[in-house]
């Protein structure tokens, strides 16, 4: 069977800066709150929360801070949560490198970024040097 590409729609949009470490939390919660909302079982909401603090720590450690976006959007079937996190910082030098984990400049574990990829089931990486990095996820469950 081909698959069927169903157009997205927006059901809710808000963004939030990170300008600070606190902001992190903020991230962290507000994602939260969205997936419990919205019905997520325990474990999809873990792993939203948890790939939303990493990115939103990366902008902040790594991008020199930038904002997250949190989108709740339906494609007919599912309902999802889409996290987009931008920063105007460095972009990220060896992308594929540091995908694959264990890679972190920052004296770190290197593991926020593959750990977060692993957590949700769309993950894409825009990165330009010098320009900065956005990072979008999106978390799905089923009506
Ligand atoms: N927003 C970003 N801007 C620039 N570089 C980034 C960004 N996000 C990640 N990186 C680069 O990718 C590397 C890997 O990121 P990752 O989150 O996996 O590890 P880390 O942040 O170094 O350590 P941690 O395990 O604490 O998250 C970073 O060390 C950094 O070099
Ligand atoms: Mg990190």
Request: overall charge positive; hydrophobic content about 30%.
């Given at each position: 069977m081909p698959a069927v590409a169903f157009a997205s729609q927006t059901m809710s949009k808000e963004t939030l800066a990170i300008e600070r470490e606190e902001d992190i939390v903020q991230v962290?919660?507000?994602?939260?709150?969205?997936?419990?909302?919205?019905?997520?079982d325990a474990f999809a909401c873990a792993a939203l929360t948890t790939a939303a603090s990493e990115l939103a720590r990366n902008v902040w450690v790594h991008g020199g801070g930038g904002e997250a976006t949190l989108e709740e959007l339906?494609?007919?079937?599912?309902f999802g949560i889409r996290l987009v996190f931008r920063d105007h910082g460095p972009g990220i030098a060896d992308l594929?490198?540091?995908?694959?984990?264990?890679?972190?400049?920052?004296?770190?574990?290197?593991?926020?970024?593959?750990?977060?990829?692993r957590l949700v089931e769309d993950f894409e990486v825009d990165t330009r040097s010098g320009e900065g990095t956005c990072v979008t996820i999106t978390k799905w469950t089923r009506f």
């Open positions: 962290r919660k507000r994602a939260r709150a969205l997936a419990q909302a919205r019905g997520f339906s494609d007919g079937t599912r594929e490198r540091a995908l694959r984990g264990g890679y972190s400049t920052a004296r770190s574990l290197g593991l926020g970024l593959s750990g977060a990829r």
